[in-house]
């Protein structure tokens, strides 16, 4: 890699350093809203008269596969990017996506029937499912371990606003009549798609990915525009962030081509623990519930709790607010207090929740079930606080960097196919069972907590290069570089010597 400024453009109009990175999260975080937006909006929708009109008054197995098909897209979204995305590169497999959206988004706003609604909602599920396994990957990739949880997890809160803008807009739309009614809230999935491709387009390569494709100059030239104003390729913060990526490079390529069984082997790396926990905590997030209320608030609270449907719209509009709200809390605490813990008080507060909505529920009373709305309010609270955003973060976190992009569309495979599960049977089991569907959810919830005790480490404030070494065990000697800027190199052992790794232990138990 040579030492002269390259002749690259700067990105997004000049911007760099902070400004820059701020540039970025804004552009993955608008993916997200739109991600937040597709998931509720259609919640509000199917209650409405010409909406079941139009689809010919589908019964609860149909409206089920309506919603959930979108999933399946998702899935195989997550899928084509485990094939492809690592040849693509992040920015253009996002932009792929995004554009993959576009087309979907006009499908269902043009849709007249069932069959074309299906169709639609998987071509938007498709683009959806390359952006949730690519642009995780691409955010965590180019922000700094000091701050990485907390604007990475900027995009959970934007998952939460997304929701919340699409409750409140089917709310706004309900008093309108005819297609108006849900065509309109359905084609506002344009004009978020298009935002985040004005921005994208704008900004660089993931440098991690410009590296491990022969563009190390390139890579270089992102990581000095990530720097305050005034820093150069040649600066030895530039100069150690490339060390600590190559040399990782390196020495993970050393297996020659990544290969699928890879990610089942049980070898010094742990690769088979590590996708296990990507994925793990994806089906965590799923399982938990949360998207049957997200997905279904306004039918659950028309058919269990006996709210009317303004009622039940304006209701969830709120809860759509408090999702939001508390999906702030990883901003400001998560890379202080840590992964672990909080998903460990999240799932039993959530399990909670669920045991005091299903026995206010089975009592039959009136006064009772609407008592019930208060801890919708809290589960949804609580989820926003942790299982919202963090996922997205934490399964590349934990991943190998070898394998992070086959084994992030792994774990986003799981969240699809297990959001998929959720979405379809949720109208299916309050339509026979009711309330006991919510002792099912409590138990999942409460099954969490010691699994996440027992086998998750905490990632918070460590370069990615740091975490492989969580699972490594690797011995690390310190060595200070850069005087006065307080930066420290260390040597692991098996690696070349200058490998940059600030090595923290984790303990026994859960490594």
């Given at each position: 890699m040579s030492?002269?400024?390259?002749?690259?453009?700067?990105?997004?109009?000049?911007?760099?350093?902070?400004?820059?990175?701020?540039?970025?999260?804004?552009?993955?975080?608008?993916a997200f809203l739109l991600l937040g937006y597709d998931q509720g909006v259609l919640s509000?929708?199917?209650?409405?008269?010409?909406?079941?009109?139009?689809?010919?008054?589908?019964?609860?197995?149909?409206?089920?596969?309506?919603?959930?098909?979108?999933?399946?897209?998702?899935?195989?979204?997550?899928?084509?990017?485990?094939?492809?995305?690592?040849?693509?590169?992040?920015?253009?497999?996002?932009?792929?996506?995004?554009?993959?959206?576009?087309?979907?988004?006009?499908?269902?706003?043009?849709?007249?029937?069932?069959?074309?609604?299906?169709?639609?909602?998987?071509v938007t599920g498709f683009g959806n499912g390359i952006n949730a396994a690519t642009i995780p990957m691409y955010n965590a990739e180019m922000v700094k371990p000091s701050n990485r949880g907390r604007l990475v997890s900027f995009q959970g809160s934007m998952i939460g606003f997304g929701i919340f803008i699409s409750y409140w807009i089917d709310y706004g739309f309900s008093f309108t009549e005819g297609g108006v009614a849900w065509r309109v809230p359905i084609?506002?999935?344009?004009?978020?798609?298009?935002?985040?491709?004005?921005?994208?387009?704008?900004?660089?390569?993931?440098?991690?990915?410009?590296?491990?494709?022969?563009?190390?100059?390139?890579?270089?030239?992102?990581?000095?525009?990530?720097?305050?104003?005034?820093?150069?390729?040649?600066d030895e913060v530039v100069q150690m962030r490339m060390r600590e990526i190559t040399t990782a490079l390196t020495a993970e390529g050393r297996g020659g081509p990544v290969r699928w069984a890879e990610c089942w082997e049980n070898n010094k790396q742990q690769n088979r623990k590590r996708v296990l926990l990507a994925c793990g905590i994806n089906?965590?997030?799923?399982?938990?519930?949360?998207?049957?209320?997200?997905?279904?608030?306004?039918v659950l609270l028309e058919q269990t709790v006996g709210l009317s449907r303004e009622s039940s719209l304006l209701v969830g509009g709120l809860i759509g607010l408090v999702f939001f709200l508390f999906s702030a809390y990883p901003l400001i605490f998560l890379d202080k207090w840590g992964r672990p813990k909080p998903f460990i008080i999240a799932s039993i507060v959530q399990s909670i929740s669920m045991v005091l909505i299903a026995i206010l529920l089975s009592t039959g009373s009136a006064t009772a079930a609407?008592?019930?709305?208060?801890?919708?309010?809290?589960?949804?609270a609580i989820f926003g606080t942790c299982y919202l955003g963090t996922p997205w973060l934490y399964g590349p976190e934990l991943l190998p960097l070898r394998l992070r992009a086959r084994g992030s569309a792994l774990a986003t495979g799981c969240n699809w196919i297990c959001n998929?599960?959720?979405?379809?049977?949720?109208?299916?089991?309050?339509?026979?069972?009711?309330?006991?569907?919510?002792?099912?959810?409590?138990?999942?919830?409460?099954?969490?907590?010691?699994?996440?005790?027992?086998?998750?480490?905490?990632?918070?404030?460590?370069?990615?290069?740091e975490i492989?070494?969580?699972?490594?065990?690797?011995?690390?000697?310190?060595?200070?570089?850069?005087?006065?800027?307080?930066?420290?190199?260390?040597?692991?052992?098996?690696?070349?010597?200058?490998?940059?790794?600030?090595?923290?232990?984790?303990?026994?138990?859960?490594?």
């Open positions: 030492l002269h400024q390259p002749a690259f453009k700067p990105y997004f109009f000049g911007v760099r350093g902070s400004a820059l990175i701020t540039t970025i999260t804004i552009a993955s975080s608008s509000g929708l199917l209650t409405g008269s010409h909406f079941l009109k139009v689809f010919d008054y589908p019964n609860a197995e149909l409206t089920g596969t309506i919603v959930a098909i979108y999933d399946i897209g998702c899935l195989m979204g997550a899928l084509f990017t485990a094939c492809y995305g690592e040849v693509m590169g992040r920015k253009r497999a996002a932009l792929v996506g995004l554009s993959i959206m576009i087309v979907g988004a006009i499908l269902q706003t043009s849709t007249f029937g069932t069959a074309q609604m299906i169709v639609a909602r998987t084609a506002l999935q344009l004009l978020f798609a298009g935002v985040t491709i004005c921005l994208l387009w704008f900004l660089p390569e993931s440098p991690r990915w410009l590296a491990a494709h022969g563009r190390e100059d390139e890579a270089a030239w992102v990581l000095a525009q990530l720097e305050p104003k005034g820093t150069e390729v040649g089906i965590f997030q799923q399982l938990s519930g949360c998207n049957a209320l997200v997905y279904y608030i306004p609407k008592a019930s709305v208060l801890f919708f309010f809290t589960y949804i998929f599960l959720i979405v379809e049977i949720t109208p299916i089991l309050i339509s026979r069972i009711q309330w006991k569907t919510y002792i099912l959810f409590a138990c999942l919830n409460a099954l969490w907590a010691p699994l996440l005790w027992l086998y998750y480490p905490d990632t918070a404030r460590k370069s990615l290069e492989d070494a969580l699972f490594t065990g690797e011995e690390v000697v310190p060595v200070v570089v850069g005087e006065g800027k307080g930066d420290v190199e260390m040597e692991m052992g098996g690696l070349e010597k200058g490998a940059v790794a600030h090595v923290e232990r984790t303990d026994s138990r859960r490594s």
